[in-house]
């Protein structure tokens, strides 16, 4: 079991910046990648960026350049930088955590407005 917990959300305008933050709790030695993914009104949830446990990562086309994902020292943590976010970045925004054995577990979302 993993429980995860998210942090950084909120309104911020066009162009501005944002740093989400997710710390894992229970099985973390069993972790094996982490990302996030987001959910716009209407649309699917869709990955955003991913790292895994030796420090590979992988970011969606739309957000590349802008977005930088990054896992803390003691690894139970994944952060997301955003920069220059865009009105289409709008979406709630989910960590996600991906077991050694398979089975993964999703945070319960933070918002991210972008808006004027």
């Known amino acids: 079991q993993v429980q995860l917990v998210e942090s950084g959300g909120g309104l911020v305008q066009p162009g501005g910046s944002l740093r989400l933050s997710c710390v894992a709790s229970?099985?973390?030695?069993?972790?094996?990648?982490m990302g996030w993914y987001r959910q716009a009104p209407g649309k699917e949830r869709e990955l955003v960026a991913a790292i895994t446990s030796g420090g590979r990562t992988n970011y969606a086309d739309s957000v590349k350049g802008r977005f930088t994902i990054s896992r803390g020292n003691a690894k139970n943590t994944v952060r997301l930088q955003m920069n220059s976010l865009k009105f289409e970045d709008t979406a709630v925004y989910y960590c996600n955590v991906v077991l050694t054995y398979g089975m993964q577990y999703w945070g319960e979302g933070t918002l991210v407005t972008v808006s004027s």
């Open positions: 229970g099985s973390i030695f069993s972790i094996d990648a």
